[in-house]
């Protein structure tokens, strides 16, 4: 399986994610189930209530925002920022003095995240059209680097943290939510492009990506969550083999 076609089918997936022409959840639709996802992500109701409606499609799988220790004045990076639900979480943590910037390679949910940024009236936030691979920020120019089930749906992904560490701040940090799996899982669903758009076949073994982190330049790696992921009709092969985790590290 090639890496553009896996990523022509990721972007063709979240660009209908972005339009609603297909729910973020095969499973469910609809406002209430999205904000439930969200919730069982990590979000609190009150986070969700302080930001555009529009920019939660219930995508996550935690709350980096809520782990990442964000301070007023800091400039933050999304990888992959969707509809803007980490970045306008941040921008309320940074306030006037601070930035957040935020990077997808899909120019649906660019689009949308900018009609959400104008709506809610935010001024500290920018959104970018670039792959995390290949970033349009400049080296050593952001403070955090912030990033929510994303990395897992690159097939390179030390180039993704090569460029994280590149535009890092000397001291800066990161903490990304992420998909790793315990234990092999099937052939086939690695092969699978669908699979590869729902966070699952690009998952790499847990160590092997923590060693992936470490072989980028980074430093002081430790996982500060994890608890298995479940979701309504997951194949029962893989029940008990994805893992949820929330990892920091420094450069």
């Known amino acids: 399986m090639r890496e553009k076609e896996i990523k022509e089918h990721v972007k063709n997936r979240y660009s209908k994610i972005a339009v609603g022409e297909e729910s973020s959840c095969s499973c469910c639709s609809g406002a209430d189930l999205t904000l439930e996802q969200a919730k069982k992500a990590g979000y609190s109701l009150e986070e969700l209530k302080s930001i555009p409606e529009e920019a939660v499609f219930g995508l996550g799988c935690g709350n980096p925002t809520a782990l990442a220790e964000i301070k007023e004045g800091e400039s933050v990076l999304d990888l992959g920022s969707g509809g803007g639900i ?22 649906e949910m660019i689009e949308t995240a900018q009609k959400n940024a104008h709506e809610g009236k935010y001024e500290n936030v920018e959104f970018k059209l670039g792959e995390i691979e290949n970033l349009p920020v400049d080296d050593d120019s952001v403070d955090v680097i912030i990033s929510n089930c994303v990395i897992n749906l690159t097939p390179d992904k030390l180039a993704a943290y090569k460029e994280g560490f590149r535009v890092l701040k000397p001291g800066g940090r990161i903490l990304v939510s992420d998909i790793v799996t315990e234990g092999e899982i099937p052939q086939e669903i ?7 758009s729902e966070c699952i076949a690009g998952a790499m073994e847990k160590q092997s990506y923590l060693d992936t982190i470490k072989k980028a330049g980074f430093i002081d790696i430790e996982i500060v969550e994890q608890h298995y992921f479940t979701e309504p009709g997951m194949d029962e092969r893989l029940v008990g083999k994805i893992t949820s985790i929330q990892v920091k590290a420094s450069k």
């Open 86 to 107: 980490d970045v306008f979480l941040a921008a309320n943590k940074v306030g006037d003095k601070g930035k957040v910037i935020g990077v997808d390679m899909t120019e």
């Open 190 to 196: 690695k092969r699978s492009f669908q699979a590869w």
